[in-house]
């Protein structure tokens, strides 16, 4: 039997590259990209830079301004109130506030001397009146420092006044008067109103009752008082450079208030009123059939 011829064993080719042959020479590196130049500012001339340097100056020195726009403080030093607004605010305390204090104790002297002549005219009353009828109640009772009460009879005068100094419009009671704009302290005032309760209101608790201004004391800087109230009240003229706070002329303004709270009797509601009440009414102790004084009115005619 012929036998087969052998053939070489010839290894595969796993990869087959066609690689171009080295050029004899490489190409010089590339150099890298250069950012672009930033444009060149314009040098500042020698006047701007002068006008720099004095305004960096003027900010340095002038810290804080006063209302003449002047510097008060030098740079890194601690801000200080302007002169000028110290000066207004010492102004202000010296002459207002001062002046206010001054009619504050005027007012509190002048309640003072009401207090005092309240309770001799009590007093008095409680003299002449005890031998004829001593049901009838007459009493002082002094409530607290700025309020006391005159309880006579079914009556009840409460005397209070107000803490605070206060001032009117231009055109109101005494301000328009030469005495008053003859000195800007005289515009302020410590005031004391008068008011008429029923004595019932206070001692049941009838909380809707009305009371009824009868008169307020007004008190200024030279110790002189201005009075405004209902026609009943003897008012002095309107000049107050004529009227000074006097115990005569207290006396006669609780006077003057006694009576004219005596001589408004109680006027009791109509019938179609009084026809229905509400519970709450009820138990709030409401008494719907209360009478009510409708003779008060001021100078106006303006009745309350």
């Known amino acids: 039997m012929a036998k087969s011829p052998t053939k070489k064993s010839v290894d595969p080719e796993l990869f087959t590259t066609d690689t171009p042959p080295l050029p004899a020479e490489l190409p010089p590196p590339v150099p890298p990209r250069k950012k672009a130049p930033r444009p060149v500012r314009a040098k500042k001339t020698a006047a701007a830079a002068n006008l720099v340097t004095v305004a960096t100056s003027e900010i340095a020195r002038s810290g804080a301004t006063s209302t003449d726009n002047r510097p008060t403080a030098a740079a890194g030093s601690p801000i200080q109130a302007p002169a000028d607004r110290l000066n207004q605010i010492f102004d202000g305390l010296q002459q207002k506030s001062t ?138 003229a309107n000049d107050m450079s004529d009227n000074a706070v006097t115990p005569e002329a207290m006396r006669l303004f609780v006077e003057s208030a006694m009576i004219a709270a005596v001589n408004n009797d109680l006027i009791a509601p109509a019938l179609p009123e009084i026809q229905k009440i509400s519970v709450k009414q009820k138990l709030e102790n409401q008494q719907v059939s209360r009478g009510s004084k409708v003779g008060f009115s001021f100078l106006n005619e303006q009745v309350i």
């Open 99 to 236: 002046a206010k204090q001054a009619i504050y104790r005027n007012a509190l002297a002048a309640f003072d001397c009401l207090r005092l002549v309240s309770q001799e005219l009590v007093v008095e009353l409680i003299r002449k009146l005890t031998p004829l009828d001593s049901s009838v109640v007459i009493e002082y009772r002094s409530i607290n420092d700025m309020e006391f009460h005159i309880r006579f009879s079914g009556d009840l005068l409460i005397f209070i006044m107000h803490s605070n100094v206060v001032t009117f419009p231009d055109e109101y009671g005494p301000m328009p008067s030469p005495y008053v704009a003859g000195d800007f302290r005289r515009r302020f005032f410590g005031h004391i109103m008068a008011y008429n309760f029923m004595a019932d209101s206070i001692k049941y608790q009838r909380l809707n009752d009305p009371g009824y201004l009868v008169g307020r004391l007004l008190v200024n800087i030279d110790n002189n008082y201005f009075l405004e109230g209902v026609q009943q009240l003897e008012l002095p």
